[in-house]
């Protein structure tokens, strides 16, 4: 068998199992050749698409019941399948499972034909729902490495493998051009093969989506000045950074995975961005009286999200599975009967051993009389305490014991029936059951993120020098957008939101707390402008940076501090310390990460808690 077929099997595998961008999956494996992983990735990408349609021809044809299905790689057959049935119409290589799949290609395509009949169709691609049908596709954006290379340059460099023009560009293009709002930025028409270039590979220009370079050139720090990215992995946004300081000044990209800080410094290194000192913590751990954050000015803060507004994520790619309707065979009715058999059976067992117990049931109430005798002798005090222990004993007698072990034994076959506790799901309400559950678990995790994006925004606003920070994500909700915005404002008093990118056409949505007027102040893109889904707002510290900064700077930090020992007060005597949780790890590739929102303070914040708890302590022991 080929190994392509293998290598699309584990790639759909992985895919349905790990979430995020397909593309990602594919160029991090570092076992295969660039050829190779391009031909897995398309073969992969339309198997998921027909994910459904393939799972309808299995079951239909009857192979999925065959022993050699059961043999088989089920990933790398529905590859297979896929091939045969709706790709090339033909299986590369040879083998055993070729032999096998080909056996049912006269079944399957028979299926294939009565599925296109009921949906009066006649192409296979007809039969996809419309969303996997007609995909968004976006143009490949480029970024200048400024520290590197001049844009002029680069655009010259590039013209060798495609013309520039200054047009603009669609699908069918077949030249690059110069984007309008910034012009180190160069667009290409989608699915320009790029991962490989030599100017990728030695870092001259970066693979970067348009609406991921917009944080960093509204932030747009002083050269010379200080910056924190809060959290920096996988490198593009703080290589900006350093771009826009032209490495004159200093970059702290911070992250709290390690190997995700491996994936910053390798982009930092391949960048040239000597300005960048990588560090390995959560934000909320940095303390803002730290000697070297004290004459920090920008913080760029794009935390963890829900990821809805990235196109191409597998979970906006992988087709429906229908539910599919079988006409039960005649083995399925000899097992239905066997069954039925086995349950009377069962159920006449059972009868019998409610009927045993009964001589069991007349000691036991002996014993209760007994018991309750004694209990009556022993409050006059007639009766010793070791007398007492033998009431105990007269309690659990074997009687009894097996009064408990019938009552076991009649719950745990209600259980089985009724499905409590048995371990096997019922499925009757299958599908209506798992949509709530979905709904009830996007809206739990967006409170969960919500939570955890208010408290970072809090924590950057507690920096004493920070003048200006800028918060996105790269998801569609109001619940991480426009309402984050809106209870910060509510929060924090030294800080006020400001106009950004005021040329760009599609602002933000008013929510409660934050009218139409300060709404628009946010910025949000969307796949119609040719970007990713993202949202962009821009805080900046109240009045004159110069003759109030140490005052508001004291009073920014006390307002998050006054808020979490506030807590304390409320709090028991017991330790109630939550977890350390910060997922603030965020690739525009894939941002599938879920936070704990029990993570309270940061850590300066959380040691003034444990200080304050020991001194009431000392106070109560002392007045003891």
């Known amino acids: 068998m080929s190994d392509l077929y293998r290598q699309a099997g584990s790639l759909y595998s992985s895919a349905l199992s790990k979430g995020g961008s397909l593309k990602s999956l594919v160029y991090n494996n570092k076992s295969h050749d660039e050829s190779s992983k391009r031909a897995a990735y398309a073969v992969t990408v339309e198997t ?28 790398v057959l529905r590859v297979v399948v896929y091939d045969l049935m709706l790709g090339r119409g033909d299986i590369v290589g040879g083998g055993a499972l070729k032999k096998f799949v080909l056996g049912y290609k006269t079944r399957l395509n028979e299926v294939l034909v009565r599925m296109k009949i009921k949906a009066k169709v006649s192409k ?27 844009t002029e340059k680069a655009i010259e460099k590039l013209s060798h493998i495609m013309k520039f023009s200054t047009e603009p560009i669609t699908s069918d293009s077949t030249h690059f051009t110069r984007d309008t709002h910034f012009p180190d930025i160069l667009i290409f ?8 270039h030599p100017m990728v590979l030695n ?39 350093a771009a826009i300081l032209n490495n004159k000044g200093k970059v702290f990209g911070v992250d709290r995975d390690a190997k995700r800080l491996e994936t910053l410094k390798m982009m930092v290194g391949r960048a040239g961005a000597s300005c960048v000192e990588p560090i390995l913590s959560d934000f909320l751990n940095l303390s803002p009286d730290e000697p070297r954050f004290k004459d920090v000015k920008y913080i760029l803060l794009d935390p963890s999200c829900s990821g809805s507004g990235i196109v191409g994520r597998i979970d906006n790619l992988i087709g429906e599975i229908r539910p599919i309707e079988e006409k039960p065979n005649e083995d399925d009715k000899k097992k239905k009967k066997k069954k039925k058999k086995k349950a009377k059976v069962e159920e006449e067992e059972k009868v019998e051993e409610e009927e045993a117990p009964q001589e069991e049931n007349l000691r036991t109430q002996r014993d209760r009389v007994k018991r309750e005798r004694l209990e009556k002798l022993r409050k006059a005090g007639l009766l010793e305490d070791d007398t007492n222990n033998n009431t105990t004993e007269i309690g659990e007698s074997s009687s009894q014991k097996a009064q408990k072990g019938l009552k076991r034994k009649q719950g745990e076959d209600a259980g089985g029936e ?3 506790d048995s371990g096997q799901n019922n499925g009757e309400h299958s599908t209506a059951d798992g949509e709530k559950e979905k709904e009830k678990t996007l809206e739990e995790r967006l409170a969960s993120l919500s939570k955890f994006q208010i408290q970072m925004l809090l924590h950057a606003m507690s920096f004493p020098s920070v003048e200006k920070i800028v918060y996105s994500t790269c998801s569609i909700h109001q619940e991480e ?21 005021p040329e760009w ?10 009218d139409d007027t300060l709404a628009k102040y946010c910025v949000r893109m969307d796949p119609e402008d040719s970007t990713i889904g993202f949202f962009v707002s821009c805080f900046q510290r109240r009045g004159s940076f110069k003759t109030t900064i140490t005052t508001t700077t004291t009073t920014t930090s006390h307002s998050y501090e006054e808020e979490q020992e506030n807590e304390i007060e409320n709090e028991d005597n017991e330790d109630k310390e939550g977890d ?45």
């Open 505 to 514: 056409k599609r602002r933000g949505q008013s929510v409660l707390g934050l």
């Open 580 to 624: 350390d949780s910060n997922e603030g790890i965020h690739d525009n590739e894939s941002k599938d990460v879920s936070h704990n929102s029990s993570s309270s303070a940061p850590l300066h914040i959380k040691n003034k808690k444990k200080k304050k708890k020991k001194k009431k302590k000392k106070g109560k022991k002392s007045e003891k």
């Open 124 to 150: 296979n691609e007809d039969l996809l729902p419309a969303h996997v049908r007609a995909p968004i596709v976006l143009p490949r954006y480029v970024r200048v490495n400024t520290l590197k290379i001049k």
């Open 203 to 241: 870092g001259e220009v970066i693979l970067q989506d348009k609406a991921s370079c917009v944080p960093p050139y509204i932030l747009n720090p002083t050269p010379g000045s200080k910056v924190i990215d809060a959290c920096a992995s996988p490198g593009n946004k703080t290589t900006l950074l």
């Open 189 to 196: 028409p989608p699915n320009t093969k790029l991962h490989d």
């Open 48 to 75: 998921l698409k027909y994910r459904g349609i393939i799972e309808e021809l299995l079951v239909k044809s009857g192979l999925s019941k065959d022993r050699e299905y059961k043999k088989s790689d089920p990933n």
């Open 418 to 420: 009724q499905g409590f």
């Open 481 to 501: 957008n426009e309402k984050v915005v809106a209870e910060v404002l509510q929060r924090s008093k030294h800080f006020e939101l400001v106009d950004c990118f």
